[in-house]
């Protein structure tokens, strides 16, 4: 059950677009099309961004979206708004009822 | 609305015991599978446990696996973690969250768990 890798943090001018990406190995992120995102603001509780890899939930901006290739999934934010800025985690499936999140990624709109 | 509340946190000595609880409302309890997810203050999100709907199936990480217990009252829409041989290092705020195709749509406030002598 190691911990999924990705950057640190990750910077960008309002309006811009970021790419933040999630490195995971053949036996979770490489495996299953089962990677989730979550937001989460100091002090709060986390809010899934997208699910099943590339799909939004009800109410989750278009600005939003999800891709994956090989063992690595991407979470793209397009129009960066002084709003996102938060730390972001990637989590995927790795097998029945477990799950590997990866280590977080803080986001700042410059 | 669907909401999540935990609850039973607190300060406990190394070797001690808590059980925190997170009743649940505004959906069908019992149809979804659930879990416990933890962050160490200043740290990243953890997968801790998780239970099926039913209850008859649990998943632990190797990390609290033989010291916590995950269980459910469906009868009460409540969820529970039992936490046993507490060490330091399960110092962390524990979220109960919902599972939905195999993303935790629902989340709760979180509880905080403090284990020093």
């Known amino acids: 059950q190691s911990a999924l890798t990705q950057p640190a943090s990750v910077s960008g001018s309002p309006g811009q677009s970021i790419t933040i990406s999630c490195t995971g190995t053949s036996s979770d992120v490489g495996n299953y099309n089962l990677v989730s995102w979550y937001q989460q603001h100091p002090g709060k509780a986390p809010k899934l961004m997208i699910f099943e890899g590339s799909k939004r939930p009800s109410g989750v901006s278009n600005r939003f979206s999800g891709s994956k290739s090989g063992s690595t999934a991407s979470l793209t934010i397009s129009g960066l708004q002084a709003e996102d800025e938060a730390d972001y985690y990637c989590c995927s499936y790795a097998s029945i009822g477990t799950y590997v999140f990866e280590t977080g990624t803080k986001v700042t709109v410059l | 609305d669907v909401q999540l509340v935990e609850s039973g946190g607190g300060l406990v000595q190394p070797g001690g015991s808590l059980r925190l609880s997170c009743a649940a409302s505004?959906?069908?309890?019992?149809?979804?599978?659930m879990s416990w997810v933890r962050q160490a203050p200043g740290k990243g999100l953890e997968w801790v446990s998780t239970?099926?709907?039913?209850?008859?199936?649990?998943y632990y990480a190797d990390s609290v696996k033989g010291r916590f217990t995950i269980s459910r009252d469906n009868s009460k829409n409540t969820l529970y973690l039992q936490m046993n041989s507490l060490r330091a290092e399960d110092t962390a705020v524990y979220y109960c969250?919902?599972?939905?195709?195999?993303?935790?749509?629902?989340w709760g406030q979180g509880t905080m768990v403090t284990v020093s002598s």
């Open positions: 505004g959906f069908t309890f019992n149809t979804y599978a």
């Open positions: 969250a919902k599972l939905r195709r195999e993303a935790f749509d629902v």
């Open positions: 239970v099926s709907g039913s209850g008859g199936s649990t």
